[in-house]
């Protein structure tokens, strides 16, 4: 306190010798004011120099160094200084000028540079350097090569130059103060506060030397007097408490590191409380010390309870304690890993399991005097382990024992694991190999193998691969996974030999179809051809259809898969016609191959001699039909005569009637013509009968046509209805070979039916003329003429178009069928034909010999 | 007591002569026609009691006249017999359809034919 007070008096009092000094002569003011601020600097230096040993902060030893050069500046600007007459008057001021800004720069700069050395230590001798090269080349720009900016001008005053240059001095220190407020902390307050503070008056002060108009005016006075204190407190801040307390420098960082392990101290403290290690501070006694809150839980107590209790006191252990002896006497540490410990008192717990370590503490003399013990809880670990272990046998056990081949791969196509029935395959060690030189003559699982693109963990795409391995078919299933905590391969081989064998067996009597000598199909679900034999083939040649084997699908196979794909059928049996033949299908369905086959059966022959034998049943029924028809007419026809005679005679009979002699001669007469036409119904149908079972004979013998005819048709030129019947004759026609008489009947019953179906009083036309090699007779009528539909139809037995013509004209309906046969047989032909403009035309004709 | 009047509808000219005078005899009194055209006109002015029907007739057959007679309330009392040569099954069950009264076969015996028309008045 006093010195203090001492120190501020003893300022106060130089101040003022100062000011005295300067209102005597400012020149003596103006020497004494700069000596002391170079005696100041100079001291700086020295101790900062001499202290830069023990201090880790080169904020100072920088300064101090940029100060020795400041106060040589300073002490040229001395004695440079206007009156004092060392240099030739003609500088005048203004050299002292140039070199005091020189000094200002130099401590601006060197003050803005400082703070970067608090944490940073520099190579003093290279500082020195540069600082000394920089300083010559400003002396020598002032003295040597006069470049250097005036700075003072005699009767002007200063020069721009100058005052700018303190303006910018300024702005280094104000950089400095902000430099030095940032890194504050590094600093003892009161050092920190007397730096600030002189920094402060040293912008102060340049502020005064911006404006004095000359070299002894008040503002340069009052400029000196601050830079003077600015001065006074680095030396202060450095030197008197550098002296004063010097550990306040020296030792800081020592402080700091205390500080630093204070800090670490109870860092330490934390993880030792929150560890899950159970840690003990023993003495050489094993007393303890100290527990952490861990190893008090462990054993139900508080902390504080344990301390000056004996370990094994609280946990007999014979065998622990003396391992805990055997560690104290060699003073070497030990440690186990899992090792079972069983708490007394506590069963229920059972064996536990510890990791621990028992760590000897020597003093100064090598003795041990504490142990620190730090246990870990490996119970679960362990148990974790264990099981762990059993599951890995059991997998092991699995993997060797499961009838696959097994086998793990790892990236680099490492053969990692393999199980025995894989070795048994192999026959050989191939674990430790690379896959693909154990694998080589499997081209195709080389291709497809997943190690060529890299594992895929997350994808669990299988890959598999057929290959073959000396004889043996394998098939190989890929799996990506996690081996030892690399990505791996997990490859299952499967022997498939003898399913391949058995399928190729299925191959080969699935080959059967394909020579089966029928025709043999199949399809897609949508009707499509996916297969079809060589039968079909053969089958389609021989119906010269150009390979086109849909024929043989039915045009239904849409309706017939739908029925199939309802699932209430699986057979269906079907019938086509391809071109003349007939195929009977057998169509399966078969849902395991999403397919439907069909089975082709020629059944053409089967088919003809079933139509031969519709058609003979046809045949049979229809003359059935005809004979049953037959005989109703044939009954009709023979009893409407009958009756007709029957009922006459009868009425002949009857004296009750009284018929007269006219009447008695008509009815007689109808009875003569009725037993008559009864007759010649009899004898057509004999003929008839005759024809149609072929027995019909025929006398041949030469006959002249017109011969024939004329002796014929006498019995037709007087008819009821006077029709003129004409004969034209074509001279020398030559004979024909024919029985007579059947000729006869045929021109009879055509002109018979002529004449029924002529209008009275019409004409008959009939000719005969040779035509080619046939003898052609005619028969024309001016009749009702025949529709031309009925002109076939005429010649068929009991046909009759519908007329007008009454019944007694009516004849046995058989005459016309009997004509055509009698004609047949003689090798001719019967037709008609339309007689233009009324009538039909009857013609026939019978080859010449 | 009023003669009985007898039509017989039949083409063959000589069983309607043998019918005529047969039942002419009997004491009937007899008309015929020789088709179902001019049989249908006949049973209009006649008004007989009893129509033997022929069944084989030109363009209008029997059964068409015997259903046109029995289709017409006017001629509700009139007895139709159809006669035809036509004696098979079918022909009787077509009879009970058309409802005809009676069927006679040919051939027949006049004793017989003229006993059955005698037994049905």
């Known amino acids: 306190m006093y010195e203090k007070y001492v120190n501020i008096v003893f300022g106060f009092l130089l101040l003022i010798a100062l000011y005295v000094i300067n209102t005597y002569n400012y020149l003596l003011f103006h020497s004494i004011a700069e000596l002391v601020i170079s005696a100041i600097a100079f001291s700086v230096f020295i101790f900062t120099w001499n202290a830069r040993k023990y201090t880790d902060n080169h904020f100072y030893l920088f300064l101090g160094i940029s100060f020795i050069f400041t106060g040589f500046i300073n002490l040229f600007h001395i004695i440079s200084y206007k009156g004092m007459g060392v240099f030739p008057e003609h500088y005048g001021a203004n050299i002292s000028t140039q070199l005091w800004i020189v000094m200002r720069y130099v401590t601006g700069i060197s003050f803005f540079i400082a703070p970067f050395f608090v944490k940073r230590k520099f190579n003093e001798k290279l500082v020195v350097t540069i600082f000394f090269v920089i300083i010559s080349a400003l002396f020598a720009s002032i003295f040597y090569w006069n470049i250097f900016p005036n700075c003072y001008i005699d009767g002007i005053g200063l020069t721009r130059f100058k005052k700018i240059s303190e303006y910018i001095i300024i702005l280094f220190f104000s950089g400095s103060l902000y430099l030095l407020w940032k890194i504050r902390k590094e600093f003892d307050l009161n050092i920190f506060k007397l730096l600030i503070l002189s920094i402060t008056l040293s912008i102060i002060a340049e502020l005064f030397f911006t404006f004095y108009a000359n070299a002894y005016d008040t503002a340069n006075l009052l400029g000196h007097f601050f830079i003077l204190i600015s001065f006074y407190l680095i030396y202060k801040s450095i030197l008197i408490i550098g002296i004063n307390k010097p550990h306040d420098i020296i030792f800081r960082q020592l402080k700091q590191g205390e500080e630093r392990l204070k800090e670490e101290k109870s860092v330490i403290a934390a993880v030792i409380e929150n560890t899950e290690a159970h ?86 003399a090598g003795k041990v005097q504490h142990l620190v013990l730090s246990l870990v809880d490996v119970t679960e670990a362990k148990r974790v382990e264990e099981m762990l272990r059993e599951s890995n046998n059991f997998s092991q056990s699995l993997l060797q024992t499961i009838p696959f081949g097994m086998d793990i791969v790892d990236e680099e196509g490492n053969i990692l694991f393999v199980n025995k029935k894989l070795e048994d395959l192999f026959r050989e060690k191939i674990i430790g190999k690379k896959c693909w030189s154990v694998y080589r003559d499997d081209k195709k699982q080389c291709i497809i193998c997943p190690l060529r693109k890299g594992i895929n963990i997350s ?149 003809c001699a079933e139509e031969e034998l519709k058609k003979e049943n046809l045949k049979l029924l229809e ?27 009868d009425t002949l009979k009857n004296k009750k009637l009284k018929l007269d002699e006219e009447q008695k001669e008509t009815f007689v007469g109808y009875i003569q013509e009725e037993s008559r036409r009864l007759g010649r119904l009899i004898s057509d149908f004999l003929d008839i009968s005759n024809i149609e079972d ?98 076939e139809k005429v010649f068929e037995k ?27 047989i003689h090798n001719g032909r019967i037709w008609i034909e339309d007689n233009l403009p009324v009538g039909s035309k009857f013609i026939f004709k019978i080859p010449i010999l | 007591m009023k003669k009985k009047k007898i039509l017989v509808i039949e083409d063959e000219k000589k069983i309607n002569q043998l019918l005529s005078i047969n039942f002419a005899g009997e004491g009937f009194q007899v008309d015929t026609a020789t088709s179902g055209e001019q049989g249908l006109e006949k049973v209009d002015k006649f008004m007989p009691d009893i129509v033997i029907l022929d069944v084989r007739l030109p363009l209008m057959d029997g059964w068409e006249v015997c259903r046109r007679i029995k289709g017409n309330h006017k001629y509700k009392d009139i007895l139709v017999v159809m006669l035809t040569a036509l004696t098979q099954k079918a022909d009787m069950e077509k009879a009970k359809v058309f409802c005809a009264d009676g069927f006679i076969g040919k051939p027949f015996e006049i004793d017989d034919i003229i006993k059955k028309i005698k037994d049905m008045t």
């Open chain 1, 279 to 364: 840690l003990a501070y023993l003495d050489s006694d094993f007393n303890f010390i100290f527990v952490n809150s861990t190893y008090a839980k462990m054993n139900k107590h508080s902390v504080d309870w344990f301390v000056g209790k004996n370990h094994f006191r609280i946990l007999p252990n014979e065998e622990n304690e003396f391992i805990f002896k055997k560690v104290r006497d060699t003073g070497e540490p030990i440690s186990f890993k899992a090792k079972p410990f069983k708490f007394p008192g506590q069963p229920e717990l059972g064996v536990t399991y510890w990791d621990w370590t028992l760590t000897p503490i020597k003093d100064s």
């Open chain 1, 459 to 607: 994808e669990t795409a299988t890959i598999e691969a057929e290959c073959v391995f000396g004889g043996k078919t394998l098939q190989v299933t890929h799996t990506g996974m996690i081996y030892k905590g690399k990505k791996a391969i997990l490859e299952i081989f499967e022997d498939i030999t003898d399913r391949k064998k058995v399928e190729e067996k299925i191959k080969h009597l699935a080959s059967f179809p394909e020579f089966n000598p029928d025709p043999v199909l199949e399809l897609d679900l949508s009707g499509k051809i996916i297969f079809y034999n060589r039968a079909v083939s053969r089958v389609l040649n021989d119906l010269k259809i150009k390979d086109d084997a849909s024929v043989f699908i039915p045009k239904d196979i849409f309706k017939i898969i739908e029925i199939f794909k309802e699932g209430k059928i699986d057979l269906t049996l079907w019938e086509i016609k391809i071109g003349n033949k007939y195929f009977k299908e057998n169509i399966y369905y078969t849902p395991q191959f999403n397919s439907v086959r069909i089975y082709v059966d020629d059944i053409t022959q089967l088919r």
């Open chain 1, 798 to 824: 009991h046909h009759r178009i519908d007329t007008h013509i009454s019944r007694k004209e009516r004849g046995t309906g058989l005459g016309l069928a009997i004509s055509k046969a009698i004609i047949e």
């Open chain 1, 623 to 649: 003359s059935d039909r005809k004979k049953t028809e037959f005989i109703s007419v044939v009954s009709h026809d023979l009893r409407t005569p009958l009756t007709s005679i029957m009922g006459f005679a």
């Open chain 1, 694 to 791: 072929g027995s019909l004979k025929i006398i041949k013998q030469k006959t002249d046509i017109n011969q024939l005819i004329s002796n014929m048709i006498n019995m037709f030129k007087i008819n009821k209805k006077d029709i003129q019947i004409i004969v034209e004759f074509e001279s020398n026609l030559p004979e024909i070979n024919v029985d007579e008489d059947r000729i006869k009947q045929v021109i009879q019953n055509i002109i018979s039916n002529a004449i029924k179906y002529s209008p009275p009083e019409s004409v008959i036309n009939i000719d005969a003329k040779k035509v080619n090699s046939d003898i052609q007779v005619t028969i024309r009528d001016q009749g009702v003429g025949i529709p031309d539909k009925e002109k």
